[in-house]
């Protein structure tokens, strides 16, 4: 399957599809580009709570930093500066610039696991969510109004990718959001010495909010998405050019 030409509402309707196939209502994890998708999915889905960590922001929510302007631009901006960037795949960053911007605060060990995982994604998608205002079709509106269930946004507190208040300017916009920080961590707040902290915040706020009184089997988590592209959608990593 072409990764490049897919639109952030193919994203969502698959993952709608695929939440109606299940038995019952799910835990929706998402990171970064995911934590967007989480939020699109589950106003459109029966679901037992939200997780989006570090989401970009959806239409509507805008906020920007001197830091998170340069990271954008390091790692998008010759993307967005090709002819038709939205007819191209968006090829993941430099090893150096993923080591600058996303994984700042990661082991050399756990930023190149992570680095080596990454694929290309679609430049159709990245172009509607940086540009929101050229996109007729609204594909990143997310409708908060439609989830009622506890939704738990966090933030690295060294994230260089996404703005601060991103995610609690998100958070404020569900009935019952809740805003929260993994202390030094950077974007990737489930890698490395992070994991156990932002799964131990994940899990008392399960606890909490009693999210898995009627989610799938055992207290499962579906994590749907990693740092943007669903596994089942993306290709086989291509190289640079």
């Known amino acids: 399957m072409k ?75 010759g993307h967005f500066l090709q002819p038709r960037p939205w007819a191209n795949p968006l090829h993941p960053p430099t090893w150096q610039r993923f080591r600058r911007w996303v994984a700042n605060a990661q082991t050399e060990d756990a930023a190149r696991e992570f680095f080596a995982d990454l694929v290309c994604e679609s430049g159709r998608a990245y172009c509607e969510v940086f540009f929101p205002f050229l996109d007729r079709g609204k594909a990143t509106t997310v409708n908060f109004a439609a989830v009622t269930t506890p939704v738990l946004v966090i933030r690295g507190e060294c994230d260089r990718v996404v703005p601060p208040q991103i995610i609690p300017k998100t958070a404020a916009r569900y009935q019952r959001g809740t805003y929260l920080q993994i202390p030094r961590s950077d974007h990737l707040v489930f890698s490395g010495e992070a994991l156990p902290v932002t799964m131990g915040h994940i899990d008392d706020w399960i606890a909490r909010n009693h999210v898995l009184a009627n989610a799938i089997g055992d207290g499962q988590r579906l994590a749907l998405y990693r740092l943007g592209v669903p596994e089942h959608l993306a290709p086989k990593r291509c190289g640079r050019g």
């Open 3 to 77: 990764i490049a030409p897919l639109t952030m509402r193919d994203y969502t309707d698959d993952l709608v599809a695929l939440i109606d196939s299940l038995d019952s209502p799910p835990l929706v994890v998402g990171l970064s580009l995911g934590g967007l998708l989480a939020q699109l999915v589950a106003a459109r889905t029966r679901h037992a709570g939200v997780v989006a960590a570090c989401p970009v922001g959806a239409a509507g929510i805008v906020a920007a930093t001197p830091t998170t302007l340069r990271s954008v631009g390091s790692i998008y901006g």
